[in-house]
């Protein structure tokens, strides 16, 4: 890997003289050749694969006015833009080749381009004379922050039918459009006869401020831009310090060793040694010497040119007679020279730098060719998913295999075939199980002295048990519920949470009198209010409880008459008593009472008897049940629409999984689907209002199911009775006396519970019985109709239907090939990704050649 074999060279320098520890330790024919190292690499980054694989570079990085630009020019032999201010705003990328000419420059720039995936290679221009490379280089950065033009331009300077010399102009005059930075590459490669093998990349200068608020964007910018270089394992980081700044705070060391914490792939280049204050010899010879800040590859100290020089053009060759003078005669330079003679001078860092960029490829062939591997198999994948461009000849079966697709996708989903889970099927579901709940709301509630005839079996609901081990549960349960039983706050019994909202049910917590309107509990007491004992014992009759003569002081307030009992702990108990409670179902607003109905009764009232189940009873129940049926009416539409909305959302998702990127054959596929199953609908509709109106809604009351709806009717009425007090009070017998009473009733084929008294409300309890027991019969019956009707009508139907209106509306067995070939145009986003993903297999297929060329010549 990278890392070790930065490790490797740290461990040769502690044991051969430091200037060869950054020369290839082994010399023969199983190496490349420094040219050819640096010519595979110039290969694999000119063809583009720094999109794909970590290639191995060096980077210039150091902040603005650290005598970067300056070490860049000493590096590379040429002449670079410089400006006041921020020159740089996008990264350069400067090859230089040793070649027979006298100079030679191609610049050309990498960018992406219409949302592509990685980044394209567009050539500007070739020139041969030097003193026109720093105006030409200034261009290309402008042109890349110039997106507008960039893009307007693209087609014409890749055709070659427009020069980029010929844009210089368009380039001055739009200024409206020029952005502050740009992630873009400016690529030179240089040639000439002067030139050394080498590869660098310069970023922006770190900055810390900008002068308008308009660039303050421009300090993480350029912070982003350098991490995602520097971050990389195969990146030899060259970090420019000037020694007119303390190195204690310069942000590029900080920035340097977040992203090489180790400081095994960094080098030290130190600027600007001529400008080093006085006082500070001591601490930065500790640097120099690698003794501080230390650095796997130590420092080298480098004599930029003053500012005076570079006003007067100050060549290359002159700079560096300058720096040789420098270490060579002034007294500053001589201290620095003889602490470490061999790393004084661009020579020296050039020859390093050349030497561990060659070391670092060579290395790192293998692990390359790799990794390309991989990501060559990924775009091959990618490539397959996609799909191939559909030929004149292939049309008709691909659009065959596309309807078959989306039946296949239909069926699974309307079945709930294949794997879970299935969407459609649980939002179908979803739909019928709000259509029961709105048909419950519309209920006809019945109410008898402040209680409900009992209909939960209607409605599923989410129940809770509780399990009470003493009184004091019984009461922390008691002293949240309401008069109706209802959880009035969240409470906690037992550990057992019950909900605000939820009711009891069931028979077992009507036995305790903590719920009697009238009593309080209180740890081992309970206070009833009543007028008399004899009252109270009414209220209050347990066998666990005696009364307390003299109740303990300050438990109740002052004026109310309680009389008090006290649990006897002697006393067999009960508990544990497990109690369930059920979600409460929201309340719906048609109420009736026993006057009500009585009332209804009165006006159904005709030439008849008065007696109860008569005809205006009967009528009155009747009218009861029809009013609920057709409140049923807007749930059942709103169920039909909602299930439709949901094939139709999807059926749009499949579709659109299926032909997706080809937008008119889509279009046309689901403009022929909703066409069905608008159909379909309006089909069903009809249906429904047929089995609403002319089935449920027919004038008479009808069941087979008679068991269900006697039990029903003979709990009710029984209910009511036991509400109205219309029955055997058996909680005034004693044990004894009940016993002896069911055994008499039975000796006589009777039952406790078939005994009631006469009562002048009978009418009215009979019409309030049959109306329950018959509304729970019919609500049973349409909740389940119409998902029936649904099923029928519309889900299935759609899924038999869909195939032969596709068939049929795309023309598939009528049209030419070249006709249905047209369905097959892909969308914009398809041709481009399709296009960036051919390029991308072409440039890792070319680069696994050149990497596979390279590794023979290394095994040669």
Same mark, same amino acid.
């Given at each position: #890997? =990278?890392?070790?074999?930065? @490790?490797?060279? *740290?461990?040769?320098?502690?044991? !051969? +003289? %430091?200037?060869?520890?950054?020369?290839?330790?082994?010399?023969?024919?199983?190496?490349?050749?420094?040219?050819?190292?640096?010519?595979?690499?110039?290969?694999?980054?000119?063809?583009?694969?720094?999109?794909?694989?970590?290639?191995?570079?060096?980077?210039?990085?150091?902040?603005? #006015? =650290?005598?970067?630009?300056? @070490?860049?020019? *000493?590096?590379?032999?040429?002449? !670079? +833009? %410089?400006?006041?201010?921020?020159?740089?705003?996008?990264?350069?990328?400067?090859?230089?080749?040793?070649?027979?000419?006298?100079?030679?420059?191609?610049?050309?720039?990498?960018?992406?381009?219409?949302?592509?995936?990685?980044?394209?290679?567009?050539?500007?221009?070739?020139?041969?004379?030097?003193?026109?490379?720093?105006?030409?280089?200034?261009?290309?950065?402008?042109? !890349?922050?110039?997106?507008?033009?960039?893009?307007?331009?693209?087609?014409?300077?890749?055709?070659?039918?427009?020069?980029?010399?010929?844009?210089?102009?368009?380039?001055?005059?739009?200024?409206?459009?020029?952005?502050?930075?740009?992630?873009?590459?400016?690529?030179?490669?240089?040639?000439?006869?002067?030139?050394?093998?080498?590869?660098?990349?310069?970023?922006?200068?770190?900055?810390?401020?900008?002068?308008?608020?308009?660039?303050?964007?421009?300090?993480?910018?350029?912070?982003?831009?350098?991490?995602?270089?520097?971050?990389?394992?195969?990146?030899?980081?060259?970090?420019?310090?000037?020694?007119?700044?303390?190195?204690?705070?310069?942000?590029?060391?900080?920035?340097?060793?977040?992203?090489?914490?180790?400081?095994?792939?960094?080098?030290?280049?130190?600027?600007?040694?001529?400008?080093?204050?006085?006082?500070?010899?001591?601490?930065?010879?500790?640097?120099?010497?690698?003794?501080?800040?230390?650095?796997?590859?130590?420092?080298?100290?480098?004599?930029?040119?003053?500012?005076?020089?570079?006003?007067?053009?100050?060549?290359?060759?002159?700079?560096?007679?300058?720096?040789?003078?420098?270490?060579?005669?002034?007294?500053?330079?001589?201290?620095?020279?003889?602490?470490?003679?061999?790393?004084?001078?661009?020579?020296?860092?050039?020859?390093?730098?050349?030497?561990?960029?060659?070391?670092?490829?060579?290395?790192?062939?293998?692990?390359?060719?790799?990794?390309?591997?991989?990501?060559?198999?990924?775009?091959?994948?990618?490539?397959?998913?996609?799909?191939?461009?559909?030929?004149?000849?292939?049309?008709?079966?691909?659009?065959?295999?596309?309807?078959?697709?989306?039946?296949?996708?239909?069926?699974?989903?309307?079945?709930?075939?294949?794997?879970?889970?299935?969407?459609?099927?649980?939002?179908?579901?979803?739909?019928?199980?709000?259509?029961?709940?709105?048909?419950?709301?519309?209920?006809?509630?019945?109410?008898?002295?402040?209680?409900?005839?009992?209909?939960?079996?209607?409605?599923?609901?989410?129940?809770?048990?509780?399990?009470?081990?003493?009184?004091?549960?019984?009461?922390?349960?008691?002293?949240?519920?309401?008069?109706?039983?209802?959880?009035?706050?969240?409470?906690?019994?037992?550990?057992?949470?019950?909900?605000?909202?939820?009711?009891?049910?069931?028979?077992?917590?009507?036995?305790?009198?903590?719920?009697?309107?009238?009593?309080?509990?209180?740890?081992?007491?309970?206070?009833?209010?009543?007028?008399?004992?004899?009252?109270?014992?009414?209220?209050?009759?347990?066998?666990?409880?005696?009364?307390?003569?003299?109740?303990?002081?300050?438990?109740?307030?002052?004026?109310?008459?309680?009389?008090?009992?006290?649990?006897?702990?002697?006393?067999?108990?009960?508990?544990?008593?497990?109690?369930?409670?059920?979600?409460?179902?929201?309340?719906?607003?048609?109420?009736?009472?026993?006057?009500?109905?009585?009332?209804?009764?009165?006006?159904?009232?005709?030439?008849?008897?008065?007696?109860?189940?008569?005809?205006?009873?009967?009528?009155?129940?009747?009218?009861?049940?029809?009013?609920?049926?057709?409140?049923?009416?807007?749930?059942?539409?709103?169920?039909?629409?909602?299930?439709?909305?949901?094939?139709?959302?999807?059926?749009?998702?499949?579709?659109?999984?299926?032909?997706?990127?080809?937008?008119?054959?889509?279009?046309?596929?689901?403009?022929?689907?909703?066409?069905?199953?608008?159909?379909?609908?309006?089909?069903?509709?009809?249906?429904?209002?047929?089995?609403?109106?002319?089935?449920?809604?027919?004038?008479?009351?009808?069941?087979?199911?008679?068991?269900?709806?006697?039990?029903?009717?003979?709990?009710?009425?029984?209910?009511?009775?036991?509400?109205?007090?219309?029955?055997?009070?058996?909680?005034?017998?004693?044990?004894?006396?009940?016993?002896?009473?069911?055994?008499?009733?039975?000796?006589?084929?009777?039952?406790?519970?078939?005994?009631?008294?006469?009562?002048?409300?009978?009418?009215?309890?009979?019409?309030?019985?049959?109306?329950?027991?018959?509304?729970?019969?019919?609500?049973?019956?349409?909740?389940?109709?119409?998902?029936?009707?649904?099923?029928?009508?519309?889900?299935?139907?759609?899924?038999?239907?869909?195939?032969?209106?596709?068939?049929?509306?795309?023309?598939?067995?009528?049209?030419?090939?070249?006709?249905?070939?047209?369905?097959?145009?892909?969308?914009?986003?398809?041709?481009?990704?399709?296009?960036?993903?051919?390029?991308?297999?072409?440039?890792?297929?070319?680069?696994?050649?050149?990497?596979?060329?390279?590794?023979?010549?290394?095994?040669?």
């Amino acid at each position: #890997s =990278s890392r070790s074999w930065f @490790v490797l060279q *740290a461990v040769l320098r502690t044991r !051969l +003289p %430091r200037i060869h520890t950054f020369h290839a330790n082994m010399q023969g024919d199983q190496w490349l050749t420094a040219s050819e190292a640096l010519g595979v690499l110039h290969e694999l980054r000119g063809a583009g694969l720094d999109a794909d694989i970590d290639l191995p570079r060096i980077c210039v990085v150091g902040k603005q #006015s =650290s005598g970067k630009s300056s @070490v860049m020019e *000493a590096l590379t032999g040429i002449s !670079l +833009p %410089r400006a006041a201010g921020t020159c740089t705003r996008c990264a350069f990328e400067i090859s230089t080749r040793k070649s027979s000419k006298d100079f030679s420059c191609a610049i050309s720039v990498r960018c992406q381009v219409d949302g592509a995936e990685s980044n394209e290679k567009l050539s500007l221009v070739t020139m041969d004379n030097p003193a026109e490379l720093p105006s030409m280089l200034t261009s290309a950065q402008r042109l !890349l922050l110039n997106k507008e033009l960039l893009k307007q331009r693209w087609a014409d300077i890749k055709s070659g039918s427009k020069g980029f010399k010929d844009l210089l102009a368009d380039l001055s005059q739009d200024e409206a459009n020029v952005e502050l930075f740009s992630r873009d590459v400016v690529v030179a490669e240089i040639g000439g006869k002067a030139f050394t093998d080498l590869e660098l990349i310069d970023l922006p200068g770190l900055i810390q401020s900008v002068e308008r608020d308009e660039e303050k964007d421009l300090i993480s910018l350029i912070e982003d831009l350098c991490k995602s270089y520097l971050e990389k394992p195969n990146t030899l980081i060259a970090m420019c310090c000037p020694f007119n700044d303390d190195m204690e705070n310069q942000a590029v060391r900080m920035i340097a060793r977040r992203h090489d914490p180790k400081g095994q792939r960094t080098v030290g280049v130190l600027t600007k040694a001529d400008l080093l204050q006085k006082g500070t010899e001591s601490e930065w010879l500790s640097i120099v010497r690698n003794a501080k800040f230390e650095l796997y590859h130590g420092y080298f100290v480098l004599r930029n040119p003053s500012q005076s020089e570079l006003d007067s053009s100050v060549t290359s060759d002159q700079a560096r007679d300058n720096e040789a003078n420098f270490f060579n005669h002034d007294q500053l330079g001589r201290l620095l020279f003889d602490a470490e003679s061999d790393r004084c001078g661009v020579v020296p860092l050039r020859r390093m730098l050349s030497d561990q960029l060659c070391n670092l490829i060579r290395q790192e062939l293998p692990g390359l060719r790799t990794n390309l591997q991989q990501k060559l198999r990924e775009t091959e994948l990618r490539l397959h998913d996609l799909g191939k461009v559909v030929p004149p000849e292939y049309a008709r079966i691909k659009l065959l295999a596309s309807v078959k697709q989306i039946e296949r996708g239909l069926v699974d989903a309307v079945e709930a075939k294949g794997d879970a889970p299935f969407p459609l099927w649980s939002e179908v579901r979803s739909c019928y199980g709000k259509f029961r709940e709105a048909c419950y709301k519309a209920r006809p509630r019945f109410t008898i002295e402040k209680e409900e005839l009992d209909d939960h079996d209607l409605l599923p609901r989410e129940t809770v048990t509780v399990v009470l081990r003493d009184w004091d549960d019984c009461w922390a349960l008691c002293s949240s519920l309401s008069a109706t039983q209802r959880v009035e706050r969240d409470v906690i019994v037992n550990s057992q949470k019950v909900p605000k909202g939820f009711s009891h049910t069931g028979r077992t917590w009507t036995a305790f009198p903590s719920v009697v309107k009238g009593c309080h509990m209180s740890g081992k007491f309970a206070y009833v209010r009543a007028d008399s004992i004899a009252e109270a014992h009414k209220k209050w009759n347990h066998e666990a409880w005696r009364i307390c003569a003299n109740p303990p002081e300050g438990l109740l307030g002052e004026g109310l008459a309680y009389f008090t009992y006290m649990w006897c702990p002697g006393t067999p108990m009960i508990f544990p008593v497990p109690v369930k409670f059920e979600m409460a179902p929201e309340d719906g607003t048609f109420s009736f009472t026993i006057p009500d109905i009585r009332d209804r009764i009165d006006a159904a009232f005709g030439r008849e008897l008065n007696l109860p189940g008569g005809p205006a009873g009967y009528r009155a129940a009747q009218q009861v049940v029809k009013e609920a049926q057709q409140r049923w009416a807007q749930p059942a539409d709103l169920c039909v629409k909602s299930v439709a909305q949901q094939l139709l959302q999807h059926t749009q998702t499949l579709v659109k999984h299926v032909v997706g990127k080809y937008p008119d054959l889509q279009s046309k596929v689901m403009e022929l689907l909703q066409a069905l199953l608008c159909e379909l609908k309006t089909d069903l509709v009809k249906r429904k209002d047929q089995v609403l109106l002319d089935l449920e809604g027919a004038p008479d009351l009808y069941t087979q199911n008679d068991h269900f709806l006697k039990d029903s009717f003979n709990q009710g009425q029984q209910h009511i009775r036991q509400s109205l007090q219309r029955t055997i009070q058996m909680q005034k017998l004693s044990t004894e006396e009940k016993t002896s009473l069911r055994a008499l009733l039975a000796k006589a084929g009777q039952q406790v519970e078939d005994l009631y008294a006469p009562d002048p409300r009978d009418d009215a309890i009979w019409c309030m019985a049959v109306a329950h027991a018959y509304h729970k019969v019919s609500f049973k019956r349409f909740c389940d109709m119409l998902p029936r009707t649904v099923d029928d009508a519309l889900l299935p139907a759609f899924v038999t239907r869909s195939t032969q209106i596709l068939v049929g509306g795309l023309q598939v067995m009528e049209a030419g090939n070249h006709e249905l070939q047209k369905w097959f145009i892909e969308d914009d986003n398809s041709r481009r990704l399709r296009q960036d993903l051919e390029a991308k297999l072409a440039r890792q297929t070319t680069g696994l050649e050149m990497l596979s060329a390279g590794l023979k010549v290394v095994q040669r």
